[in-house]
T-cell receptor, first 114, second 109 residues
Framework: NAGVTQTPKFQVLKTGQSMTLQCAQD?????MSWYRQDPGMGLRLIHY???????DQGEVPNGYNVSRSTTEDFPLRLLSAAPSQTSVYFC?????????????FGPGTRLTVL | QQQVKQSPQSLIVQKGGISIINCAYE??????FPWYQQFPGKGPALLIA?????SEKKEGRFTISFNKSAKQFSLHIMDSQPGDSATYFC????????FGGGTRLMVKP
């Protein structure tokens, strides 16, 4: 099992550019989510999905779009990049079966917006 | 509005000492309280977790203490080691997982 994979690992964008951060998991988890991590702010939830075709907003959804066409993939789109979106982005999938509840994180994408 | 508040932001402990990190939550609908550990350049990974039907859970050197009436929980790391140096996040879960702001722990040899 590869677990949760994210691409790219690093990205530099100019203000106004758009891009898609890719995320895939091979654990057949229904629940996936995107977080951004900023110093002193912890992990803030951007969007999440409880299954294919179902997405919802988290704490900080503005400027980001998601879709979930398959169980495996959950891409995050930046519509028009802004310097405030400079951050480390983590994708995660969550295993919730019975008493078990564990979230598996990908390695992260470090994004810089100039 | 931060639903999970974590303190301290940073912590320095001598090797062999006890590290204590505290968290408080607001939403009584939360039903699961995990702690995640993150090393530099890596994603967070589950360390230990507790459900509100117990007041304490211990796994090796790591213990969660849970106070439901006060809506607080804490992580205790006994006999702290330099390899424990990492950032620790508490979290509270319902349908979403809400994280605290993180604590950067440094264990000095």
């Amino acid at each position: 099992n590869a677990g949760v994979t994210q691409t790219p690992k690093f990205q530099v964008l100019k203000t106004g550019q758009s891009m898609t951060l890719q995320c895939a998991q091979d654990m057949n988890h229904e629940y996936m989510s995107w977080y951004r991590q900023d110093p002193g702010m912890g992990l803030r939830l951007i969007h999440y999905s409880v299954g294919a075709g179902i997405t919802d907003q988290g704490e900080v959804p503005n400027g980001y779009n998601v879709s979930r066409s398959t169980t495996e993939d959950f891409p995050l789109r930046l519509l028009s990049a802004a310097p405030s979106q400079t951050s480390v982005y983590f994708c995660a999938s969550r295993d919730r079966v019975g008493y078990r509840d564990e979230q598996f994180f990908g390695p992260g994408t470090r994004l810089t917006v100039l | 509005q931060q639903q999970v508040k974590q303190s301290p932001q940073s912590l320095i402990v001598q090797k062999g000492g006890i590290s204590i990190i505290n968290c408080a939550y607001e939403n009584t609908a939360f039903d699961y309280f995990p702690w995640y550990q993150q090393f530099p350049g890596k994603g967070p990974a589950l360390l230990i977790a507790i459900r509100p039907d117990v007041s304490e859970k211990k796994e090796g050197r790591f213990t969660i203490s849970f106070n439901k009436s006060a809506k607080q929980f804490s992580l205790h790391i006994m006999d702290s080691q330099p390899g424990d140096s990492a950032t620790y996040f508490c979290a509270a879960a319902g349908n979403m997982l809400t994280f605290g702001g993180g604590t950067r722990l440094m264990v000095k040899p």
